[in-house]
């Protein structure tokens, strides 16, 4: 099956470039390829477009916070097409693939900032798109790209989230989806998901590693265009987050961004941003990026106890299975992102991540456990004294509290959180008063 281009393009509407990492051979911007056709490296998008100064953009992207992004198309109201000269400018209206997505909520509770042992901490919280995680942001941009080189199919390995999001906007965009799952690994509510919004699932047996080395070859064979993390227009989506947090923290950059870390699709593309927000003079001093793995798949923090003179691989374990994988496909683009910001990465156990989501779900925030990966590795750096108590601090929330229901529930049965108890009526209200006189 190949993958045709549909819309003819002059070259005066080439906004952008595609251009390979490793041997930086450019591509244009409708092309179908998510790995580089001549050596298979990272491609990058580069926006060729002219942009005004920093404060005209902050102004313009301001701008854009009136009354169409409540009654406008549904680009219009998105969070990630408010930055669409940063993410796909060459994009045609007719040819964008919106929920819309973003506008996500950065929260502030106290009880999350003193567990954390910071002050000033804010929660982005991502569980606020409409597929329940960040990852709608990335692949509204693919689908995007799906429709404007007329993809056939479209396909992804995932550890959930991503397969969830995939099969939410294929739906949309009427294009057929297919999903590669690590057997018995994936979350139910991931799962209902994927279905519901009707994906072809494959189940294999195997890890997310394994998933992704297949659906790569699947799309290489078949002409299925893939959309995992490593796909450059994902990045580009994925980019608002950041953008986005700025926007409301009033362009006044926070010192530190903290956010859970597995393929490393999401550290790249925070790198990215921040590269390109400070080149564009958006802000006027870069915060340091916090990568955070689950301590049993933290090849990345490994590498980066040694200023990344290896690249490494493990086999992934983690109950933060969002986050369960052991040879991250953006690994060179991560490393950039850590160098740029002189950021940090850190290992949390399980037992840290879940106790960072205890705090954060008591509160009525909630998240599920990867999310829960960048609150427990502020609290390790604050610890440390690598994070100062009065600096100022955003920790990514990736995902909601129910896309896994059965961690919700197994931290409850483990002790501490909210009661439950199966009465008949005149049971129910003695136990209502008691409670009650108890509280
Ligand atoms: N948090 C959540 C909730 C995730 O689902 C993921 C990745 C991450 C963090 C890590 O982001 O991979 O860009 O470093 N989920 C992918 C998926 C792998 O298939 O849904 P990353």
Redesign the pocket.
């Known amino acids: 099956m190949p993958v045709q281009t549909l819309t003819p393009v002059t070259p005066a509407e080439q906004m952008s470039i595609v251009r390979c990492a490793s041997c930086h051979a450019t591509l244009d911007d409708r092309t179908a390829r998510a790995t580089c056709p001549n050596c298979g490296g990272l491609l990058a998008v580069e926006h060729t477009l002219a942009l005004p100064d920093g404060e005209t953009l902050r102004a313009r992207f301001d701008e854009r916070l009136g009354v169409e992004s409540y009654r406008g198309t549904a680009a219009e109201r998105s969070g990630v097409w408010r930055f669409r000269e940063l993410v796909l400018p060459g994009a045609r209206a007719e040819e964008i693939v919106s929920h819309p997505e973003g506008n996500t909520p950065l929260v502030a509770r106290d009880a999350v900032a003193s567990f954390a042992g910071v002050r000033q901490l804010w929660l982005k919280h991502?569980g606020h798109n409409p597929s329940a995680?960040?990852?709608d942001r990335g692949m509204t941009a693919a689908l995007t790209q799906a429709r404007r080189i007329g993809a056939v199919a479209v396909a992804?390995?995932?550890?959930?989230?991503?397969?969830?999001?995939l099969a939410a906007y294929a739906a949309q965009a009427g294009i057929p989806a297919f999903v590669l799952?690590p057997e018995g690994r994936v979350s139910t509510g991931?799962l209902a998901q994927t279905l519901a919004y009707g994906a072809h699932m494959i189940r294999l047996r195997g890890d997310?590693d394994d998933c992704l080395e297949l659906a790569r070859e699947a799309s290489e064979r078949l002409g299925i265009y893939l959309v995992?993390?490593l796909n450059p227009f994902r990045v580009e989506g994925?980019k608002t987050i950041v953008l986005e947090m700025l926007q409301q923290l009033g362009w006044e950059a926070p010192d530190w961004i903290a956010?859970?870390?597995?393929?490393?699709?999401?550290?790249?593309?925070f790198g990215k941003a921040l590269r390109e927000a400070y080149a564009l003079g958006l802000i006027d001093r870069v915060p340091r990026l916090l990568?955070v793995q689950a301590a049993g798949a933290a090849p990345f923090a490994a590498g980066f106890s040694d200023d990344f003179a290896t690249r490494r691989r493990v086999r992934a374990e983690t109950a933060?299975t969002?986050?369960r994988?052991g040879d991250?496909a953006?690994w060179d683009r991560?490393v950039d992102a850590i160098r740029f910001s002189h950021g940090h990465v850190a290992a949390v156990s399980d037992a840290e991540i879940f106790a960072a989501k205890r705090v954060i779900d008591s509160c009525g925030v909630g998240?599920?456990p990867?999310?829960a990966?960048s609150v427990a590795g502020v609290r390790v750096l604050a610890e440390r004294g690598i994070i100062g108590g009065d600096e100022r601090v955003v920790a990514v929330l990736?995902?909601h509290l129910l896309?896994d229901p059965d961690a919700a529930l197994a931290a409850r049965a483990a002790g501490g959180l909210g009661s439950e108890e199966s009465l008949s009526r005149e049971e129910a209200l003695g136990h209502l008063a008691r409670v009650l006189a108890s509280e």
Not at 156 to 164: I, L, W
Not at 259 to 269: E, F, Q, Y
């Open positions: 991502e995680s960040f990852k992804c390995a995932s550890t959930g989230n991503t397969s969830a999001s799952v991931k997310f995992n993390s994925q956010l859970p870390a597995g393929n490393l699709g999401n550290t790249a593309a990568a933060a969002a986050i994988i991250p953006s991560a998240c599920e990867a999310s990966a990736t995902g896309k």
